[in-house]
């Protein structure tokens, strides 16, 4: 339980200690006017919004993992109450609206409760920046459009777009000038004093200022608007009344603030985070969120959330902590308990230009225009999230910003990056023909590589490419495909209809550079046999060497201990003077070992099955000259897919299965053995000349191979040993 309690407050430094005080200050001056404000668009009594700034707050500091993160009475979830208030003909501040909106922030809380335990926190991981920018924008212009009639001398606005518009259109008709020149110059004030000396409180001064204002000069009597004066005293303990209520309705409701609580407090936490270098645990914050809610709930408050307006003044004002909300919340209870006089003396457009200032920084317009320049997709996609917010709402806008999240993910997937590839003369990698004016393609050859996982939105591209760029001379395919990491039905389907048309058109087809688990999925999909049938290479080197592509000439230059350079033929125009032949570095260590990479845990099974395929050959020979006349390395023919590890290991297997031979063979075991023998040493040769470094390694497979035997079948290891010494010795 002591890890749930205030995470932020762990190894507390003191010297955040004035920071913090000094900005939780701040944070309770401020949502004064804030809360009070809010709690009147939730259709309660203006106190109730001070009331919500006390105990949701310390519930939801209690628990939060954010640093900054401020808690309290804000726009979205009052804007909805307020609105199921007028929907249903409740009279805002009436005793009915008293006892319907408490029950709301209850429900709400409850429906946290349950997001907390589905571990519904996950959503914002499926939320991009573009779209993340454009929610919080939104949500910052609305509370703007929201303010802006109370800087004119009217009542704050509540709705979308189009009703915030016509509610500032008609507030123009009786603009109260005095009130626009204090909300004006304040706001003024405060956005040079940010950049000027931004860490100087303006904030206070100015609302000092303004209770001056009004002693001194008495602008109430002008038509200033000033805050609704206060009863002193803490909140007491709400009684619900939910047999007066209708629970169905009221359910829906709540669920819907609660996603919205949700979603715009965990995008706006993360945004904070992510600024400033620290992480939140997402499933807690709903937790914070879901207690909070309750404990506004027990106070006879509306549902409450995170506010971006105070979280971005308390960032400004560099507080560290939770400490800064435990401060917020006594302070605002001290003033509730015996300063609730100067409340009455607040000028409201005062007031209101300090939350201007604030949601003013919430705007990004700078990843806008970061946006615009870099990519325009996602641009368009920040003006769509924030355009949704604006006209249809905080919950259509979450549902969209999803939706034009998942577009963007498709619209990357069904369009990835790609390209053809080719070598550029005296270089080994392959490189992409159109950004490399000096790479050339491989004669007969086409490499593709494709940068996406292939899926059903995105295999017809795959496959319309790869098939345009087929030519008359084309001999072989190999697609790169060392960034895809899954593959779908569709896909496999797909992968393998086009090795047929490929095998009917007497083109090589091969899948490269992959890894094992696409391997995987590729048998599990039931398109393994194009493993089996050599189709599915570790490298493109590899590929190359399996469909004989590159030349047996020497191109004069000399092996180095760690690669092998063999030449091939490249389509370089006549008419530019270059050299005529690219050097292709040799297999790889891990190349060299491919049956584990392509068969995975069904390895061993694999390779017994092509021991076996073997034997099962020789038996139907007639007789051992027989074998000799067909030649014992025809047998291996069909090994595609071997490295030399690999087949050095198959023919350690074929020496333990030779009791197996059928009657007329048994008495030649010795000849057989000689000529598994006679290829065992060629590919120690092969590995000496090209891979000095991977003999031991090959020397201490056999050993364990030797070792197995000698524990599975004592005897037949015995006459094994016996029948090699003899080979030996008459080779020797």
């Not at 309660?44 to 939060?64: E, H, K, N, R, T």
């Not at 016509?166 to 405060?190: F, M, P, Q, Y």
């Not at 979450?398 to 034009?404: A, M, Q, S």
């Not at 050339?440 to 098939?467: C, G, M, W």
């Amino acid at each position: 339980m002591k890890d749930l309690l205030f995470p932020t407050l762990r190894n507390y430094k003191k010297e955040y200690l004035p920071k913090d005080i000094f900005s939780g200050i701040i944070m309770a001056a401020v949502s004064i006017p804030i809360s009070m404000g809010y709690a009147q668009i939730a259709g309660l009594p203006a106190v109730y919004g001070l009331y919500g700034s006390v105990f949701p707050i310390l519930f939801f500091a209690l628990l939060s993992t954010s640093r900054q993160f401020i808690f309290g009475v804000d726009a979205a979830p009052a804007a909805i109450v307020g609105a199921a208030l007028v929907s249903l003909g409740i009279e805002s501040g009436s005793k009915e609206a008293i006892q319907y909106v408490p029950v709301i922030a209850l429900m709400t809380g409850i429906w946290l409760l349950l997001f907390y335990f589905l571990k519904a926190g996950r959503i914002v991981d499926f939320i991009s920046t573009p779209v993340m920018g454009g929610f919080i924008s939104g949500i910052a212009l609305t509370i703007i459009l929201m303010q802006i009639p109370k800087i004119l001398g009217g009542k704050a606005g509540s709705g979308e777009l189009p009703e915030l518009t016509r509610h500032i259109i008609e507030t123009c008709k009786d603009i109260n000038w005095l009130s626009v020149t204090l909300g004006v110059g304040a706001l003024v004030l405060l956005r040079v004093a940010g950049k000027l000396i931004p860490k100087f409180p303006m904030a206070i001064v100015i609302m000092a200022a303004g209770v001056a204002a009004t002693m001194i000069f008495h602008v109430d009597q002008h038509g200033v608007v000033l805050l609704d004066a206060v009863e002193k005293g803490l909140p007491k303990l709400t009684h619900f009344q939910f047999g007066e209520i209708d629970l169905k309705q009221a359910a829906g409701r709540s669920l819907m603030i609660a996603a919205v609580i949700m979603s715009e407090t965990l995008l706006s936490e993360n945004n904070f985070a992510l600024k400033n270098g620290y992480k939140i645990d997402e499933n807690k914050e709903i937790l914070a969120c879901a207690m909070g809610n309750i404990a506004a709930a027990c106070v006879g408050c509306c549902p409450v959330n995170g506010s971006i307006s105070r979280t971005s003044m308390n960032e400004q004002y560099e507080g560290k902590t939770q400490a800064v909300s435990v401060v917020a919340a006594v302070t605002m209870a001290l003033v509730l308990i015996g300063a609730t006089g100067f409340i009455g003396y607040l000028p409201v457009p005062v007031l209101t230009a300090i939350v201007l200032s604030a949601l003013m920084n919430v705007v990004e317009l700078h990843l806008a225009v970061r946006l615009f320049k870099v990519s325009r997709n996602e641009f368009y996609i920040f003006v769509a999230a924030c355009v949704s917010v604006l006209f249809l709402g905080t919950i259509y806008g979450v549902v969209i910003g999803l939706l034009l999240s998942f577009v963007a993910v498709v619209l990357r997937a069904t369009n990835p990056p790609r390209s053809f590839r080719g070598m550029i003369p005296g270089k080994e990698a392959y490189y992409d023909l159109k950004r490399n004016r000096n790479a050339y393609p491989i004669r007969h050859t086409v490499i593709y590589r494709f940068s996406e996982n292939l899926f059903f939105a995105n295999v017809k591209i795959f496959q319309s490419d790869i098939e345009n760029s087929i030519k008359d001379d084309t001999e072989v395919v190999i697609v790169d495909a060392a960034a895809i990491n899954s593959i779908d039905i569709t896909a496999a389907d797909r992968l393998e209809m086009m090795a047929k048309n490929f095998d009917k058109q007497g083109i090589k087809f091969y899948i490269t550079e992959h890894s094992e688990n696409v391997n995987e999925q590729m048998r599990n999909l039931g398109i393994g046999h194009l493993i089996e049938e050599g189709k599915v290479r570790r490298t493109i080197l590899a590929a190359l060497q399996d469909a004989g592509i590159q030349s047996s000439e020497s191109v004069g230059e000399k092996d180095t201990d760690h690669a092998i350079r063999t030449s091939c033929q490249l389509e370089i125009p006549a008419a530019v003077h270059a050299v005529h032949a690219a050097m292709i570095p040799a297999e790889e260590e891990n190349t060299l070992e491919e049956f584990a990479w392509a068969f995975g845990d069904d390895a061993v099974e694999e390779m017994e099955k092509k021991v076996h395929q073997v034997m099962e050959q020789i038996h139907k020979l007639p007789d051992l000259e027989r074998l000799a006349d067909v030649g014992f390395e025809e047998k291996l023919k069909n090994w595609h897919s071997l490295g030399v590890l690999d087949e050095d290991e198959i023919l350690r297997r074929m020496e333990m299965h030779l009791d197996e031979l059928p009657e007329n063979l048994r008495g030649d075991r010795k000849v057989i053995l000689q000529l598994i023998e006679k290829r065992r040493r060629r590919i120690e040769q092969q590995l000496l000349l090209h891979h000095p470094e991977i003999v031991e390694h090959l020397k201490k497979n056999r050993e364990k191979l030797e070792r197995r035997l000698e524990k599975q079948n004592p005897e037949a290891a015995r006459k094994l040993h016996e029948w090699e010494a003899q080979i030996r010795e008459k080779q020797e």
